[in-house]
Structures are given as C-alpha cells and as structure tokens.
C-alpha cells in the first residue's frame, strides 16, 4: 500500500520540472492522478501542477460522447 511517506506515486517524479510533471499527466489513472494531487500539495507544492492535476482528473470524470448513429446504407442502382 502506498503512503505518502513513500514517496510520490511516481518513479523520479520528486526531480522533474514542473512543465515535464504536467506532460506526464495524461497517462495517469485517475487514482495515481489523486495520490499525486495530494503529495504535490503535501511536498512540492507547485500551484501551476496542483492546478493541472486537477484538470485531469476532471477529464475523468468527463464521459464520452456516445458515439454517432449509423445510418442505414442505401443501394444504390444495379
């Protein structure tokens, strides 16, 4: 189990600069995007990630549109 004592709940995270953190981002779950919001907000404190953590997890909650009907095919002369 992951504590915040452990360490972010990202490899080498600690060490990245604020725009590399926010580009790793998008390939986070959303439960490793919460652990990560709250070391951030415990450790490194930077408000540009906090705020970008956020949106994706935002993002996660956004459902998908359902995708278009299809139309039924018409033929066309034979």
Same mark, same amino acid.
């Given at each position: 189990?992951?504590?915040?004592?452990? @360490?972010?709940? +990202?490899?080498? /995270?600690? @060490? #990245?600069?604020?725009?590399?953190?926010?580009?790793?981002?998008?390939?986070?779950?959303?439960?490793?995007?919460?652990? #990560? /919001?709250?070391?951030?907000? #415990?450790? #490194?404190?930077?408000? +540009?990630?906090?705020?970008?953590?956020?949106?994706?997890?935002?993002?996660?909650? +956004? &459902?998908?549109?359902?995708?278009?009907?299809?139309?039924?095919? &018409?033929?066309?002369?034979?």
């Amino acid at each position: 189990m992951h504590t915040d004592d452990d @360490g972010p709940p +990202v490899e080498g /995270y600690e @060490g #990245l600069p604020a725009r590399d953190a926010m580009r790793l981002l998008r390939d986070l779950s959303r439960v490793t995007l919460e652990r #990560l /919001y709250s070391w951030e907000d #415990l450790h #490194l404190r930077r408000t +540009v990630v906090l705020r970008a953590i956020k949106r994706a997890i935002d993002r996660h909650d +956004v &459902q998908p549109p359902p995708p278009p009907a299809k139309k039924p095919r &018409q033929k066309v002369g034979t």
